[in-house]
C-alpha cells in the first residue's frame, strides 16, 4: 500500500488542521444517516472520527463498508468541537482492503461469549491497552535486571523433576519418556549462578491448577531473578525496589492507557517504601481475630490472603513461614529448624504476589529435606552437585507477571492480562 500513512494519533495530536491525510486501519464504528455516514476508524495509536457526505467519491464505499473492515481513509483534518478528541476527517476517498463479514461481537458481550471468540475481542480497546501496558511491564522489568548486572538465562521448559510439589505438575509426553511442563525456572537458574552470579529469566511456568480463581491461570509468565552470595533482606529489597520501579515506570511511559483503563496514575507512583513486614505467625493471630479458622501451621488460602491484605494500603511481606507450608529447596533457620526462610510479598485483592527465599546450600540438609518431602533423591542429583562443588548461601524470587498487572490495573480476573489465557475450563483459542 504505498501512499504516505498518517497515524491517528499524529491526526489527534499534531495540529495538522487542514492538511490532507491517509489514514490506515479497521472501521471501529459506523452510523448513517440520509446524507451523512460516520466512520468511526482505529489504528495502533487510536480512535477518530470521519464523516463522509452523500457528494463525495467516498460514499459507495463508505456505504458499503462493515464493522472491522480494513480500510484506507484519506481526507482533510478538521477542528470539530462535537468528535471525540476535537478532530474530524472529512474524507474523499476509501479504498478497501478487506470488507469484513458481520462481526460477530456486537450485542453478546457475555464473559463465556467473549472468551470463545478471544481472537476478535483482543482487538477492543480495553484488551489493547491492557497488552501495551503488559508490554511495557515486561521491559520495565528486563531493564531494571540488565541495569543491575543480572545476566538473563533461557531455561528449559521440558523438565525431569517437580520445583514446587507434584500437585501442580503438568505431564507431557516426550518420545518414549513423561516429562513435565516447568513450574519454575529456579533450580536451572542455581546452576548458572555458579558462573554468572546474578541472573534472572522471564519465561513461562505451567501448572495444572485444578480450580478456578481469580488469581490461577495454568500457563502463566514469571520473572525469577537468583543470585550467589545475598541474604534475605538483600532479595526483599531488591524486591520492593522492583515493584516501585515498575509502578512508576508504567505510570510515566503509559499515562494515556491508565488514564483510558480508569487507573489512577498517583497509586503507581507513590508505591512507598519500605514495605511493611509481618511474621506469618502475626499474620495467623490477625486472621484468627477476623475469624478465620486457620492455626500455625496451615497454608494460607487466597480468602486468608485477601483479608489479610485489607490491613494494609499497599505491598506488604510476610515472613517466617513454617517449613512445612513451603517447598523442599528452602532453607530452614540453623537455630529454628521448623522455620522457612521463605517470605510472601502480598498486594490488595490478589494475596500472594511474590514467593522469595533462601536456598538450602548444605548437602546433607537438602538430601533430608527432599526425602522429608516424599520426592526421590536420584532425580535431583544434578541439583544436590551444586551443593557439592563450592556450594554458596544464594536467593531469589519469582513474581508472576499477570498478578502484577491485575494488581497495577486493578482488574478482577487474571485472565484479562493474557491474551489467551489457559485455565482448568480453557485453552481455545
Ligand atoms: O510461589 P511460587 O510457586 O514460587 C516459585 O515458583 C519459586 N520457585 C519462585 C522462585 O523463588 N524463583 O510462584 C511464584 C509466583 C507467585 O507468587 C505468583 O505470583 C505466581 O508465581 N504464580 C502464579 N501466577 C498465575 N497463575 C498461577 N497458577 C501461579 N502460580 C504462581
Ligand atoms: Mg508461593
Known amino acids: ?171 507431557a509426553k516426550y518420545f518414549d519418556r513423561e516429562l513435565y511442563l516447568t513450574q519454575s525456572a529456579q533450580l536451572y537458574s542455581e546452576v548458572l549462578i555458579y558462573s554468572l552470579e546474578k541472573v534472572y529469566t522471564c519465561a513461562p511456568s505451567f501448572r495444572a491448577e485444578k480450580s478456578r480463581t481469580i488469581r490461577h491461570l495454568c500457563e502463566y509468565w514469571h520473572i525469577e531473578p537468583e543470585w550467589a552470595f545475598g541474604d534475605l533482606d538483600d532479595v526483599m529489597q531488591v524486591e520492593e525496589e522492583l515493584v516501585s520501579n515498575i509502578g512508576k515506570g508504567i505510570a510515566n511511559l503509559c499515562g494515556r492507557e491508565l488514564q483510558e483503563l480508569g487507573v489512577d496514575k498517583d497509586r503507581l507512583l507513590n508505591i512507598s517504601r519500605p514495605f511493611p513486614r509481618i511474621t506469618y505467625s ?31 494500603k499497599g505491598p506488604f511481606f510476610v515472613y517466617d513461614y513454617p517449613k512445612k507450608t513451603k517447598a523442599f529447596y528452602c532453607k530452614t533457620y540453623r537455630d529454628r529448624p521448623e522455620i522457612a526462610m521463605s517470605v510472601d510479598l502480598m498486594v490488595q485483592t490478589i494475596g500472594e504476589l511474590t514467593t522469595v527465599g533462601a536456598r538450602e546450600d548444605d548437602k546433607d540438609e537438602l538430601i533430608k529435606r527432599i526425602r522429608e518431602t516424599g520426592l526421590n533423591v536420584e532425580n535431583y542429583n544434578w541439583y544436590i552437585d551444586m551443593r557439592r562443588y563450592g556450594t554458596v548461601p544464594h536467593v531469589g524470587f519469582g513474581l508472576g507477571v499477570e498478578r502484577l498487572l491485575m494488581w497495577m490495573l486493578n482488574l478482577e480476573n487474571i485472565v484479562d492480562t493474557i491474551p489467551f489465557p489457559r485455565t482448568l475450563r480453557r485453552s481455545y483459542p
Open 282 to 312: 502475626d499474620a495467623i493471630e490477625t486472621l484468627t481475630k477476623k475469624g478465620f479458622s486457620i492455626e500455625w501451621g496451615d497454608d494460607m488460602g487466597y480468602e486468608e490472603e485477601k483479608s489479610l491484605a485489607e490491613e494494609f
Open 1 to 171: 500500500m504505498s501512499v504516505d500513512v498518517t497515524s491517528i494519533q499524529q491526526v489527534l495530536t499534531g495540529d495538522l488542521e487542514a492538511s490532507h491525510v491517509h489514514i490506515r486501519g479497521w472501521v471501529y464504528r459506523k452510523r448513517e444517516s440520509k446524507k451523512t455516514v460516520f466512520l468511526w476508524i482505529r489504528d495502533a495509536t487510536g480512535v477518530i472520527q470521519s464523516t463522509i457526505k452523500d457528494d463525495t467519491a467516498a460514499w459507495k464505499n463508505a456505504k458499503k463498508v462493515t464493522i472491522e473492515s480494513s480500510i484506507i481513509l484519506s481526507g482533510t483534518v478538521r477542528k470539530d468541537e462535537r468528535a471525540p478528541g476535537g478532530v474530524e476527517i472529512s474524507t474523499d476517498k476509501i479504498t478497501i482492503i478487506g470488507l469484513a463479514e458481520s462481526f460477530p461481537i456486537s450485542k453478546d458481550l457475555s464473559e463465556p461469549f467473549l472468551r470463545d471468540v478471544r481472537h476478535l475481542w483482543l482487538r477492543s480497546r480495553k484488551m489493547s491497552l491492557i497488552m501495551r501496558v503488559r508490554s511495557e511491564t515486561l521491559w520495565l522489568a528486563h531493564k531494571f535486571f540488565r541495569e543491575r548486572g543480572y545476566v538473563e538465562i533461557s531455561p528449559p521448559m521440558f523438565i525431569t523433576s517437580a520445583c514446587e510439589g507434584g500437585a501442580t505438575l503438568f505431564e
